[in-house]
């Protein structure tokens, strides 16, 4: 049996990107943006985005966020027609772009979801629109909007902003918050609801986690017993766009919902608190358990 810390850093690992899989998605990021300004026309350029930017993604790499910055002379129609017209659109070009059967592409909220079969990365395609000139000095200042199918609108928004908000929430934790985000983020993965669907948006539980800590935990163990602890007070209230700018993260979350949510949350975090209590009597062998009983089968030793 392994001892706690060398099983809690294997675990850690596994969640990490192989070179491979980075490899791997660099180039079919390259191939799919090749393809697609072919296609839809109008691409000015694109930025990869979201978790895989803000390197809090884990495996497997399913949604790496793809913005294509849209030139709106040539879409100029945008505002003429529901934003899921745009929507639309990509994905018929998307389809073109691959011989049948090809990968599988599905319409999202506000993108258009590519995944490659073999290597099971896949792709959010989210069609965008600088609101301010692309020479802008700041990329803080870099205000895009998107479509936003459910609402029927058009939301705006900026990923450096959000980039930024999680290098200060690292750096305040010692360069270990991304680590616990990933654990927090498989978690999330792994106790899905009754419908399959994860318990909460990945970007909100993120959005979260940057008000965890204000110094560096004493190490990860104990720094993820407090970030779901944490997690399972932040989630009973509203959580606002950390750039400011789209609606709350947890926006169409019902009361019902959030309550499950914390309920499961405050459940990890007590199971986790004797965890810790076992590793420091010296009984790594119960805390091991511990753990598993709440990261499941990717902790086992």
């Known amino acids: 049996m392994a001892t706690i810390t060398q099983a809690f850093h294997d675990f850690m690992l596994r969640l990490e990107l192989t070179p491979a899989e980075q490899a791997e998605a660099s180039r079919q990021h390259n191939e799919l ?14 930025l990869i985005v979201g978790s895989y930017a803000r ?27 529901t ?32 995944e490659f079969s073999g290597t099971g990365i896949g792709y959010d ?19 895009y909007e998107i479509p936003d199918r459910e609402r029927a609108a058009w939301i705006q928004t900026n990923p450096a902003r959000h980039r930024r908000r999680c290098v200060e929430a690292n750096e305040r934790a010692g360069a270990m918050l991304n680590r616990l985000i990933k654990a927090a983020k498989h978690w999330n ?30 190490d990860e163990r104990r720094g993820l017993h407090a970030l779901f602890g944490h997690l399972a007070s932040r ?32 459940a990890a975090e007590l199971v986790t608190r004797e965890a810790v209590r076992h590793e420091e009597r010296g009984d790594d062998a119960a805390a091991c358990r511990c ?5 499941g089968e990717p902790f086992r030793s």
């Not at 993604?57 to 027609?81: E, G, M, T, Y």
């Not at 745009?86 to 599988?104: F, H, K, M, N, T």
């Not at 106790?191 to 004493?218: I, Q, V, W």
């Open 33 to 46: 943006r090749d393809r697609i300004r072919g296609r839809l026309g109008g691409v000015q350029r694109d």
């Open 189 to 218: 993965r792994s106790h899905r609801e009754g419908n399959g669907d994860k318990p909460l948006r990945s970007f909100h539980l993120e959005a979260m986690c940057y008000e965890a800590f204000s110094t560096t935990p004493a």
């Open 235 to 266: 989630v009973l209230t509203q959580c606002p766009d950390p750039a400011g700018l789209s609606p709350h993260l947890d926006a169409g979350i019902g009361p019902e919902h959030r309550q499950r949510v914390h309920h499961k949350l405050r």
């Open 291 to 295: 753990w598993g009983a709440v990261l």
């Open 55 to 81: 390197r809090t993604a884990i495996r497997p790499l399913n949604d790496i966020d793809l913005f294509l910055v849209l030139d709106p002379q040539v879409h100029r129609d945008r505002h003429d027609k």
């Open 125 to 143: 395609l989210i069609p965008a629109f600088a609101l301010n000139s692309t020479s802008a000095a700041d990329p803080d200042d870099m205000v």
């Open 83 to 114: 934003p899921g017209h745009i929507l639309d659109r990509l994905q018929s070009a998307l389809r073109v772009c691959y011989e049948r059967p090809g990968p599988a592409i599905r319409i999202q909220g506000r993108s258009v979801n590519i």
